[in-house]
């Protein structure tokens, strides 16, 4: 494997932050800063690791930081910042989690769940038609609630929820019609 070139971090980086507790499993920010990179954005992205207890001040910080672009956010994060954010995209709003925010130059903040979409869209690119079938789905967390308003509009038949905790599973079945 070879060695990625170093990039140099100035004032005119823009940052970004994947929000999490723990952090040590992060790899995203590796991957995201090398793409974004390759297609000419001065950007870095690093983990930062916050306890929930600490989740609304970090996001009221985040506002302050005017070099930031955004966040992603991650275990255990999805559902509560749903909360502290602006404004809820689409798939936001209906699914009530969010992992990707973009802060605005006013420090208003925009959130939307990509999980789902990018979960249904890669099942695609493997010949994975979700349409007709029935799925088992294992989680019913932040990204476990987005795969599976997700794997509904695409088609299924039939959504089967498994969670550690039946309530969670249930309350999700709830809100997808059944």
Same mark, same amino acid.
């Given at each position: 494997?070879?060695?990625?070139?170093?990039?140099? #971090?100035?004032?005119?980086?823009?940052?970004?932050?994947?929000?999490?507790?723990?952090?040590?499993?992060?790899?995203?920010?590796? %991957?995201?800063?090398?793409?974004?990179?390759?297609?000419?954005?001065? @950007?870095?992205?690093?983990? =930062?690791? %916050?306890?929930?207890?600490?989740?609304?001040?970090?996001?009221?910080?985040?506002?302050?930081?005017?070099?930031?672009?955004?966040?992603?956010?991650?275990?255990?994060?999805? #559902?509560?910042?749903?909360?502290? @954010?602006?404004?809820?995209?689409?798939?936001? &709003?209906?699914?009530?989690?969010?992992?990707?925010?973009?802060?605005?130059?006013?420090?208003?903040?925009?959130?939307?769940?990509?999980? $789902?979409?990018?979960?249904?869209?890669? *099942?695609?690119?493997?010949?994975?038609?979700?349409? $007709?079938?029935?799925?088992?789905?294992? !989680? *019913?967390?932040?990204? !476990?609630?987005? #795969?599976?308003?997700? #794997?509904?509009?695409?088609?299924? &038949?039939?959504?089967?929820?498994?969670?550690?905790?039946? *309530?969670? *599973?249930?309350?999700?079945?709830?809100? =997808? $019609?059944?």
């Amino acid at each position: 494997m070879s060695a990625t070139p170093p990039f140099e #971090i100035s004032g005119k980086t823009r940052i970004m932050f994947i929000l999490a507790d723990p952090v040590a499993h992060i790899r995203g920010s590796v %991957v995201l800063t090398r793409e974004l990179r390759a297609l000419g954005h001065d @950007i870095a992205i690093s983990p =930062l690791h %916050v306890k929930p207890a600490d989740l609304a001040q970090t996001v009221d910080a985040i506002r302050k930081f005017h070099n930031v672009a955004g966040f992603g956010i991650t275990i255990p994060h999805k #559902i509560a910042v749903a909360g502290l @954010i602006d404004e809820l995209l689409p798939q936001a &709003k209906l699914v009530g989690s969010v992992n990707f925010v973009r802060r605005n130059a006013d420090g208003t903040l925009v959130g939307d769940n990509l999980d $789902g979409i990018g979960f249904v869209d890669g *099942a695609r690119q493997s010949g994975i038609d979700f349409a $007709g079938a029935r799925v088992l789905q294992l !989680g *019913a967390g932040g990204a !476990g609630r987005s #795969i599976a308003f997700s #794997i509904a509009a695409a088609g299924a &038949k039939a959504l089967g929820i498994a969670n550690r905790t039946a *309530a969670r *599973a249930e309350q999700l079945a709830q809100h =997808l $019609g059944g």
